[in-house]
């Protein structure tokens, strides 16, 4: 991870949107940041990359956002502010520690917001939830908000939530581990400059 990327470029590691989308600031460890989101167009760009619009809806809300620039960067520090809330709520998973009340009220909002904008359809046979089409950023908002709320409620079927132990990280990530003890984001980023950083230290000692 390196200043220089940008949010086309971010690594993707959570295994899932939610926490990934929780990731799009660089560090959140030893020092905070840089935010990659910093633009309604980069909260654009990253939903279009996880999947939670499509090209269509991309489109739509990139020129929504530069008729109406003063709505769109309220809706981006509202997002902003879903995320930074998402990312002290999952802590507490890890941590093993109470939610807090308004981080959740925030959360509830958003659900209760995302399910306005979802309908019945019958798809290949099947009747299934669909997002109303995306015409505003909230709208990205909504959806982050309700996978994030999916993961939260499904603790006891999926595998647990961790923080990236490396001293200039604290991505989340869900432990897909074979032993379930998985310290890192990435194996080859934060664990190799952690194997480093204890290679020298002994040879240091």
Do not use: Y
């Amino acid at each position: 991870m390196t200043n220089q990327k940008t949010i086309a470029d971010i690594s993707l590691l959570g295994g899932h949107p939610a926490l990934d989308f929780v990731n799009t600031v660089d560090c959140r460890s030893e020092r905070w940041g840089p935010d990659f989101l910093n633009t309604p167009n980069d909260l654009v760009t990253w939903a279009r990359r996880v999947d939670l619009i499509d090209e269509d809806e991309r489109t739509v809300l990139r020129s929504n956002a530069m008729k109406s620039p003063s709505k769109a960067q309220k809706e981006l520090i509202h997002a902003r502010a879903l995320r930074e809330a998402l990312h002290r709520i999952f802590l507490t998973e890890s941590e093993e520690s109470s939610v807090g009340e308004a981080d959740l009220a925030l959360l509830n909002n958003v659900v209760q917001s995302a399910q306005t904008k979802r309908k019945l359809f019958s798809v290949a046979g099947r009747i299934e939830w669909q997002h109303s089409p995306a015409e505003h950023l909230d709208a990205t908002a909504d959806r982050i908000g309700w996978v994030a709320a999916e993961l939260l409620t499904s603790k006891g079927e999926r595998r647990p939530i961790r923080a990236c132990q490396g001293p200039n990280c604290g991505w989340l990530f869900l432990d897909l581990s074979r032993n379930g003890h998985r310290r890192w984001c990435s194996d080859q980023t934060c664990g190799s400059h952690a194997r480093v950083r204890k290679f020298r230290a002994v040879r240091s000692a």
